[in-house]
């Protein structure tokens, strides 16, 4: 891992496609239901001495760009921090966090990281039947001037259309409300609202 950490940051330490290094997905996530029964039981205690070393590894490499790993559950309200979202947030040179809730569920959770006064990404977020959507986010995370990532573009291989519970429940066609993705896979849009609200917002007509 080490070697692996420093070669990869090290080569790309001053390339300008490379905009953050995140260091570490979900560290403590224990991947319920799919991979539970092979879990640790201190998975979360083990995760952050690897994740400690990640961090170190990395900036031995002297990356020019920031590096950082996202928080993603559990409370970030000051004094209620686990011990690896404490390091991850006093860690990270830009603040990054994955939220898949509601509009106000988001703007609590913005503000419970606005004290770190540091730039804020939303690395993870937009899951229509969580009411997770473009039309709801996106103009906050403007407003606020967060950036903001969604993980999934074109249905495909990755299958991020269906919910959580795929891992779980059979879908044997499209379900009536897209989790995840943009565009179809001939590239024609899901909803073209939402393709227009992105021009709208990121100005890129």
């Known amino acids: 891992m080490k070697g692996y950490i420093k070669g990869i940051v090290g080569h790309f330490r001053k390339d300008p496609r490379v905009q953050a290094w995140d260091i570490f997905n979900e560290p403590d996530n224990i ?9 640790l039981e201190n998975k979360p ?3 952050l001495t690897l994740l400690k070393k990640a961090f170190a590894w990395a900036r031995e490499a002297r990356p020019t760009q920031p590096i950082t790993a996202a928080v993603w559950a559990g409370d970030w309200s000051e004094g209620k921090l ?9 860690n990270s040179d830009i603040i990054t966090f ?14 419970s990281l606005k004290r770190f006064k ?10 229509r039947p969580a009411g997770s959507t473009f039309q709801d986010i996106l103009p906050y995370f403007k407003e606020q001037r967060i950036g903001a990532y969604n993980w999934g573009f074109v249905a495909g ?3 991020t259309i269906y919910p959580w519970d795929s891992w779980e429940k059979e879908y044997t066609a499209e379900p009536p409300v897209w989790f ?19 021009k709208e917002l990121t100005g890129r007509w």
């Open 45 to 47: 205690e083990l995760a």
């Open 82 to 90: 686990s011990p690896i979202n404490e390091f991850m947030l006093e």
């Open 98 to 111: 994955h939220c898949y809730s509601n509009l106000a569920e988001t703007k609590a959770r913005v503000e």
């Open 157 to 159: 291989k990755t299958q």
């Open 180 to 198: 995840h993705d943009i565009f179809r896979k001939d590239g024609a849009p899901y909803d073209p609202n939402e393709v227009r609200l992105i």
């Open 118 to 127: 540091r730039p804020l990404i939303c690395t993870e977020y937009m899951a």
């Open 31 to 39: 991947n319920r239901p799919a991979y539970v029964a092979y879990e």
